[in-house]
């Protein structure tokens, strides 16, 4: 069966990604409609062959649409998202507007799948760094029930957009050159630099970033463990498109590193790379552009009961953003 | 009064670091002997105004010094450190040769300054990422007893030495310009890339790298904790020469925010830097050139009893190294 397709954001960096992810897997869409901000529109992005027209986003081109991916920022998907759903779309949400609502199924399909079925017209798109972490820890809370985790990231530039991805380029070859780094989307200086400051502070939640507590909010959602004990740190550092974690984690019954391995390796989405003698752990290099997340550095936390340690990358804009909300639409066929 | 200093492996990023830093502290120096390798010999560095030779490490240019810094690599202090003692010299040893031996203090003059009192001749300088800690949680273990540590690292290239901060430079010129990094003194591409592999793995660590447990070892040494509960995990980043580390902590008496800040701000060779709002916590890039760790992000951990979590940045070769070193040499005046 095919379907008429929209995509709110189409020209930003998940945008983009979300159209190779649609062509790569083959989903079966009649037709495409990219719409975008009236500054965008008239852009032309190929598709299977054809250059399609960016329209500007409009009640009449969200009219007869089966689903629509919004990835275009909060504040448009909290004005248009309803609309398109009371024109009969399903929404597949990448902005966090509506994650945190009781009525919105929040979905990784390796993990909940059985979430996105209980939609009223919206399912959202988790943050990128938790989906990766969810992808990697949701096979060991399954054979050993997950009680605790710290998390300290390592973010890509991409998570701040395709202009963001430009500014490190342009900021690393300005300190290359000698000359001052011009920063215009982020908050500080990125070129050979780093800095725990992602999304805003949150004087309600003791200055974390809200980054931060999204990875808690989200996890704790995603999992259906209300009460998990959670902390994230969130760094943005100066890679393209592929973020990391240091991941430390506590759980109800005994999991030793081998059958912790074992079972990440059974699991969908998940490559392990763990051979660390012959140099192979997870690295942002090596994640650029894959769907799966990477997993290594697994080994026992001695400083915790029932403790492990691990470290994983994956690709911001794959698994982190376009593949899971494609994932979610395949859910739905 | 006046001495005769030596410095083995003057010509790598520390050693001029350390000339740097005994000039700038205006260091007693009757005669500095710069002593390196056959390769290295011949080089010329400034200090104080005059151009100081490169010699050959020897016997004969140990002999007669007062106090000998070594950051030439474990080997060469190994082999020539005993040789400096036996000549009558203080060695202050910057590799991690002797670190773990009872007999040589480990030293963080702001932490455990009367350790250095009891030497046999050589005084172990710690790891970079180590030192950075404890300077941190010093002031905290001292009024409220640390119980647990937790830490993931953003380390710089400098780390590597000055090569590798050269090939951070050049790896990252390359891939500016399309072109495939070339990779010599690190175990992966370092130019827009991560990688948590610092020092070597240890099979019997349960592959934690070296650089991991010198973490855990030396924070023990240096608090007088052996039981101390200590798990890091360390990883390369593309930055020049500070590092940074995302810390989550638990202590034995309870600590609030205002307390942990007002400790941190009364403590020698910190520097508070903690009001998000204003776009103000620690970087590399504020880090780089100053003596102070930059500490903050400070609050609380939920997920652990009387649990902190911080953020620091500290240069790697100044404080991180080479200023340690001469306030070690300090305390011995």
Redesign the interface.
Known sequence: MGSTLAMVGATGAVGRELIAVLEEREFPVDELRLLASPRSAGTEIPFRGEALRVEVLSEERLAGCDTVFFSAGGDTSLEWAPRAVAAGAVVIDNSSAFRYEDYVPLVVPEVNPEAALKHQGIIANPNCTTILLVVALGPLHAIAGLV???V?T?QAASGAGAQAMEE??SQ??AI?AGEEPQVSCF???IG??????IDR?L?EE????KEEMKVVWESRKIFGLPNL???S?C?R????RAH?E?V?CSFERELS?ADARAALKAAPGVRVVDD??A?R?????EAEGIDDVLV??I??????DRGL?L?LSGDQLRKGAALNAVQIAELLQ
Chains 1, 2 share one sequence.
């Open positions: 605790q985790v710290t300290a390592y490190l380029r690393a070859a290359l908050p500080q200086p050979f630099n780093l800095f725990p400051h502070f004087p003791d200055f974390a970033t004990q959670a902390i740190t760094v550092v100066p890679t393209f990391s240091a430390f590193v660390p003698l140099g752990y997870p690295t942002p290099r290594g550095r080994r026992p936390d001695p400083t915790r340690s470290f």
